[in-house]
T-cell receptor
Framework: QKEVEQDPGPLSVPEGAIVSLNCTYSNSAFQYFMWYRQYSRKGPELLMYTYSSGNKEDGRFTAQVDKSSKYISLFIRDSQPSDSATYLCAMMTTDSWGKFQFGAGTQVVVTP | GAVVSQHPSWVICKSGTSVKIECRSLDFQATTMFWYRQFPKQSLMLMATSNEGSKATYEQGVEKDKFLINHASLTLSTLTVTSAHPEDSSFYIC?????????????FGPGTRLLVL
């Protein structure tokens, strides 16, 4: 079983819709939960991260962590065609700094 | 934000040859660099961690004699795939970490696509 599971998609939504992305994980030691966005032929760029449980909001993006269910989510409101990219979740324990466990990434397509 | 570059962006080589991939932090000094590999439809998998001036730490299952990592300066790390074979064809991506402990301190390069014929 993979430590981090993420549906690869593609996920196609119309412009203005809410994009809902999620990952599940098996390692209860994960404490840091990150979301990266990756455009084609580019490196991943950090969107936001959460430590432990809870919600975090940044503009149109909201990240949620439910440690009891080992489930994390990313919501993108008012989606734009420029949001079309692959979204990667990543996780890390506190004693393995920088050693991320990534999900496979979900390809998102926002159609005008 | 900080910039990490990789060179080359893609490379095609014959089976049995060695390929060197460079990872540079352009506007900051990287205390630590990480090398990942990604096969199609799969996750980025950490291969090794390197700190400037010391030997790299390899993840379980990664052959250190096949994937040579050199972190000779605070702005440059290299990954050499020795005696490459078709199964080594993959997307190799590095990340570089500045000082501090926030997630914002780690930056990824654009990746290098390797195709071994």
């Amino acid at each position: 079983q993979k430590e981090v599971e993420q549906d690869p998609g593609p996920l196609s939504v119309p412009e203005g819709a809410i994009v809902s992305l999620n990952c599940t994980y098996s390692n209860s030691a994960f404490q840091y939960f990150m979301w990266y966005r990756q455009y084609s032929r580019k490196g991943p760029e950090l969107l936001m991260y959460t430590y432990s449980s809870g919600n975090k909001e940044d503009g149109r993006f909201t990240a949620q962590v439910d440690k009891s269910s080992k489930y994390i989510s990313l919501f993108i409101r008012d989606s734009q065609p420029s949001d079309s990219a692959t979204y990667l979740c990543a996780m890390m324990t506190t004693d393995s700094w920088g050693k991320f466990q990534f999900g496979a990434g979900t390809q998102v397509v926002v159609t005008p | 934000g900080a910039v990490v570059s990789q060179h080359p962006s893609w490379v095609i080589c014959k089976s049995g040859t060695s390929v060197k991939i460079e990872c540079r932090s352009l506007d900051f000094q990287a205390t630590t660099m990480f090398w990942y590999r990604q096969f199609p439809k799969q996750s980025l998998m950490l291969m090794a961690t390197s700190n400037e001036g010391s030997k790299a730490t390899y993840e379980q299952g990664v052959e250190k004699d096949k994937f040579l990592i050199n972190h000779a300066s605070l702005t440059l790390s290299t990954l050499t795939v020795t005696s490459a074979h078709p199964e080594d064809s993959s997307f190799y991506i590095c990340s570089a970490k500045t000082g501090g402990h926030g997630m914002e301190t780690q930056y990824f390069g654009p990746g290098t696509r390797l195709l071994v014929l």
